[in-house]
């Protein structure tokens, strides 16, 4: 049994060590007369299998978030250093081994955009995936930013800064004479 013809039987991606050292000898070691369906039955597919994109994708915004949670009160060195290897192994694996990270880091400040951020804070908001010649792979946000929504009586407008929704406010209420609220609102994310 090859590896890519493991990896369709059994409905999951496998790493291709992880088949030579692990899978194959235990593949090898059977008697002839079990059929590859059932050995693949017997294994605990959720040990062995690669995990996905979202799932990848969701441990480097938890990882993020606890920098951020973190940050100003305890050292994050180990925590950086946790989210680069996370996003050197996702960079290796969806975009091949020429791809390179970049991690974007902000400074928290008061009336941040951010939440849970103290004033001077660095920790890390954008991860930038890059090809070798500069071209831009992915840019994926790590940490949720506050964004405000201005809601009129026909319907919400989302922005980036408290300034830039109060202007819009202001002016929709002045032309129009209609209601306007502003409220605040974490960004979501989805997967």
């Known amino acids: 049994m090859m590896w890519k013809e493991f990896e369709e039987l059994a409905g999951c991606e496998v ?21 590859k369906r059932a050995f693949v039955g017997m294994l605990n597919l959720d040990a062995l299998r690669l ?10 915004r938890e990882s993020a978030r606890d920098i951020c949670e973190k940050c100003g ?23 091949g081994s020429g791809a390179y990270v970049w991690i974007e880091e902000a400074v928290g400040y008061s009336g941040a955009r951010l939440t849970n951020t103290v004033r001077g804070c660095r920790f890390c908001d954008v991860l930038h995936i890059y090809a070798q010649d500069g071209a831009e792979f992915e840019r994926l946000q790590l940490v949720p930013r506050i964004m405000y929504r201005v809601h009129t009586s026909k319907r919400g407008k989302l922005f980036d800064s408290l300034a830039a929704a109060s202007i819009y406010a202001n002016d929709h209420q002045r032309r129009t004479g209609d209601f306007v609220a502003v409220t605040e609102e974490v960004e979501r994310f989805y997967a």
């Open 15 to 35: 790493s291709y060590k992880t088949y030579t050292e692990i899978i194959e000898p235990m593949y090898m070691a059977l008697p002839d007369g079990i059929d």
């Open 73 to 95: 009160i305890v050292s994050t060195n180990t925590e950086k250093e946790q989210l680069h290897r996370l996003a050197d192994k996702y960079a290796a694996r969806f975009y």
């Open 51 to 60: 995990a996905t994109r979202s799932e990848m994708v969701a441990a480097m």
